[in-house]
């Protein structure tokens, strides 16, 4: 069973920066592209950030493109999102998640793609 647990959040002043990590695992964390998403209250869960199994290949929601980076470790089965210039807005509920296959385009953004995911961590950002 794969098991997605993630640290790091916290309440942070605006302009401020937070760095979430996501441990997974399993022995085939290294085949999973992995995601980041967010969920505040009332909004629906949406996309942040992915990456490919192997790092090469990363997106961004466009809301958070210059502002955050994620990267990977696939011998410590850990991701991470290093936020910057933390907003207001960012305030929400960040979850890690796993795909078992590679995801293209517009699948990175899709809550379906994903097959494991964490319990979140909370992320609250003061004006």
């Known amino acids: 069973q794969v098991q997605l647990v993630e640290s790091g959040g916290g309440l942070v002043q605006a302009g401020g920066s937070l760095r979430l990590s996501c441990a997974v695992s399993?022995?085939?964390?290294?085949?999973?592209?992995m995601g980041w998403f967010r969920q505040a209250p009332g909004k629906e869960r949406e996309f942040v950030s992915g990456?490919?199994?192997?790092?090469?290949?990363?997106y961004y929601a466009g809301s958070v493109k210059g502002r955050f980076t994620i990267s990977r470790d696939n011998e410590k089965n850990t991701v991470s999102l290093q936020m910057n210039s933390l907003k207001p807005e960012d305030t929400a509920v960040y979850c890690c998640a796993a795909s078992r296959t590679p995801a293209y385009g517009s699948s990175w953004f899709s809550v379906k793609k994903y097959d494991y995911w964490g319990q979140g961590t909370q992320v609250t950002v003061s004006s």
């Open positions: 399993g022995r085939t964390f290294s085949s999973y592209a």
């Open positions: 990456i490919s199994w192997s790092g090469s290949t990363t």
